[in-house]
């Protein structure tokens, strides 16, 4: 596996964005997006206690997520927002929050951070945050709604690691999800031997960069730290658009179907489909 860090940018133009980073679909740090935003200096650990410390919000154990079965892809349980926080801020933990719409239930938020103005298409209904505790790890994914995403962090640091769309069975891709099974952040190649060939990124977010992740880029997230960030998205293109709708109707539909009614088999399935994939991909390449 070879991975290049991901540039960082100051004062970058619409133009130079769309030319360098969107046209060619190439991730980069945008780090001074965020800087006249009031979330920069506002939200923190103890404002979201503060202020939101009652709501109920559901806990993501990356552990037991993907386990097939009633509860694949399914939050583990619900406690206050509050009580989350404070076992964040106490011990390192892997539980997370994930695409948290905060902004819908306290409206007030959207005040505290701006669309971005270095492209359209920006769907503003879908503003999400994401918290982690230390040591917390989303394994290999793509959005399966095929948008851009912004992605800002705060408080700490956090670890980005990103493939494009391409590499896919070199990252033993599972069929009918857009999921891949592999740790990248402890790549076994005895069991993932293609993996050796994945070209990718890295990056390091501090506070208040955005990372832009462009439209089906695999990524992995590993907190470094016990932090949170802001995503938002945009599709610019109306194939997309249709692609991602039928991720979703095919997340629902056959993975979970099909998860529901065969469990484990399901999955070795899927998995017995990347490893063929991923030895044509190596057999390819000789
Ligand atoms: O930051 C995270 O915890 C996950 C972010 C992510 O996967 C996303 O924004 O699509
Ligand atoms: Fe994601």
């Known amino acids: 596996m070879n991975l290049i860090e991901v540039e960082k940018r100051e004062n970058l133009s619409s133009d130079e964005f ?38 109920i919000v ?16 399914k939050s583990n349980f619900k406690i206050p927002f509050r009580e989350y926080l404070e076992l964040i801020q106490k011990k390192p933990t892997n539980l997370r929050i994930h695409i948290f719409q905060l902004i819908k239930e306290a409206p007030e938020l959207a005040h505290d951070f701006e669309t971005p103005t270095i492209m359209s298409s920006f769907l503003k209904k879908f503003p999400a945050l994401f918290f982690g505790g230390k040591g917390a790890t989303l394994r290999l994914h793509y959005d399966l709604d095929c948008s851009h995403v912004f992605l800002t962090h705060f408080q700490t640091k956090k670890e980005v690691i990103l493939f494009s769309y391409e590499q896919k069975e070199f990252l033993y891709h599972l069929p009918y999800t857009v999921q891949a099974e592999v740790d990248i952040k402890n790549p076994d190649y ?16 501090n506070h208040g960069e955005t990372l832009f992740i462009p439209r089906r880029y695999w990524h992995c997230v590993h907190y470094t730290e016990e932090g949170f960030s802001l995503s938002v ?54």
């Open 18 to 55: 769309k030319r360098e980073y969107l046209k060619p679909l190439k991730p980069v740090i945008l780090k001074d997006m965020s800087k006249d935003w009031k979330a920069n200096k506002k939200w923190s650990f103890d404002f979201f206690e503060k202020k939101y410390g009652d709501l």
């Open 58 to 73: 559901p806990i993501f154990n990356p552990e037991s997520y993907f386990n097939s079965g009633k509860n694949y892809m």
């Open 190 to 205: 005895v069991k993932y031997p293609a993996l050796k060939n994945a070209k990718g990124y890295y990056a390091l977010l």
């Open 233 to 286: 998205r945009s599709n610019d293109s109306i194939l997309f658009g249709i692609r991602g709708l039928l991720n979703i109707i095919r997340h629902f539909a056959l993975d979970k179907g099909f998860n529901h009614l065969l469990g484990e088999k399901w999955l070795a399935w899927k998995t017995k489909k990347a490893n063929e994939k991923a030895n044509k991909a190596i057999a390819d390449l000789n």
